[in-house]
């Protein structure tokens, strides 16, 4: 069981953290990632962080504005959100899969755990 917090209604510009919680089941040996989707659109990667080694990857749209992270101990992930954009307007979702590696850490069909998400809106 995954379950997000930590969205909201935001102005353009703003910071958001979003967090994710795994009860019930450890992380280790999880790759975890934030998804998100738009009303119409198709579900988007956003971030990932690896099973082992801890490596990041980013969508190009967020690259520099947004931040992955992960506390093996509280067994939580955190996506930082930085300069948001009216065009950020989603539902978030967090995501892990056990078999999830390098050339697969973007597509969605690759993890086996869903969150139910957390809505972040951005808008003046």
């Known amino acids: 069981q995954l379950v997000e917090s930590g969205g909201g209604l935001v102005q353009p510009g703003a910071s958001l953290r979003l967090s994710c919680g795994a009860s019930g089941r450890t992380l280790n040996g999880y790759a975890t990632a934030w998804f998100r989707q738009a009303p119409g659109k198709e579900r988007e990667f956003v971030a990932g962080?690896?099973?082992?080694?801890?490596?990041?990857y980013y969508g190009d749209s967020v690259k520099g504005r947004f931040s992955i992270s992960r506390d093996n101990g509280k067994n939580t992930v955190f996506l930082q959100m930085n300069s948001l954009k009216p065009e950020d307007t989603a539902v978030y979702y967090c995501?892990?899969?056990?078999?999830?590696?390098?050339?697969?850490?973007?597509?969605?069909?690759?993890?086996?755990?869903w969150g139910q998400g957390t809505q972040v809106t951005v808008s003046a």
């Open positions: 995501a892990a899969g056990r078999g999830v590696i390098t050339s697969s850490i973007r597509s969605h069909h690759a993890y086996d755990f």
């Open positions: 962080y690896s099973r082992t080694g801890g490596f990041t």
